[in-house]
């Protein structure tokens, strides 16, 4: 059995420095670049898996780099690729560099119904202990549950209204006549399916 909190919680004060691991799937989102200089800052030492040309292969502030040569891997392939780098690198913590990669590990972390393991026992607690309980994935993936979550804890949020038809669009955007109106999928990423509709008539075509 792997005891993850033992390293991260006494190796900051050790000679060795306590390993995380960046994944990242998207080879064109550059922010998760900026994080490896500050982690290192902080006293990690930081290894990456993602593909060769994303910006996060670039930076010079991680100890090891795992990258994929294949241009546009499968599923199969990431996991793969998962599982043969937390073994060999092993990690404290994994921290997802994008969206997309977020759901992925959320796949990996939770136990499989059917008893049928995605990835060994001791890669998925690894990603377990990393993102947290598999009952709150939901809230992370989900704006409207993120919303609801938002609420629950007394954050200041944007008036928001959970709409399946034209007519509840309508009374939303009936009751703000001032606009606009931001119209969004519940799932998605970089401002996929997002629609900022400043009258009837645009949020009508949005919809």
């Given at each position: 059995m792997l005891l993850l909190c033992g390293p991260l919680t006494l190796s900051l004060r050790t000679k060795r420095a306590p390993r995380l691991l960046i994944v990242a799937r998207q080879p064109?989102?550059?922010?998760?670049?900026?994080l490896p200089r500050e982690l290192q800052r902080a006293g990690f030492s930081v290894g990456v898996l993602c593909q060769p040309g994303a910006p996060l292969a670039k930076t010079r502030f991680v100890r090891q780099?795992?990258?994929l040569r294949q241009r546009r891997p499968r599923e199969?392939?990431?996991?793969?690729?998962l599982v043969q780098t937390v073994q060999d690198w092993r990690p404290v913590l994994t921290i997802p560099g994008d969206d997309p990669t977020v759901e992925f590990l959320q796949q990996v972390a939770r136990p499989d119904p059917a008893g049928e393991p995605v990835v060994p026992e001791r890669v998925r607690r690894t990603m377990?202990?990393?993102?947290?309980?598999s009952?709150?994935?939901?809230?992370?993936t989900?704006?409207?549950a993120l919303y609801l979550v938002a609420c629950e804890l007394?954050?200041?949020?944007r008036a928001l209204r959970v709409g399946a038809c034209w007519e509840e669009a309508r009374s939303f955007i009936a009751e703000r006549p001032g606009g606009p109106v931001v119209l969004k999928s519940p799932t998605g990423w970089a401002g996929q399916g997002v629609r900022i509709c400043r009258n009837r008539r645009q949020l009508r075509e949005a919809f």
């Open positions: 064109d989102w550059g922010g998760i670049a900026r780099f795992y990258l199969a392939t990431w996991v793969q690729a377990a202990f990393s993102l947290g309980d009952d709150s994935f939901a809230a992370t989900n704006k409207n007394g954050l200041r949020t």
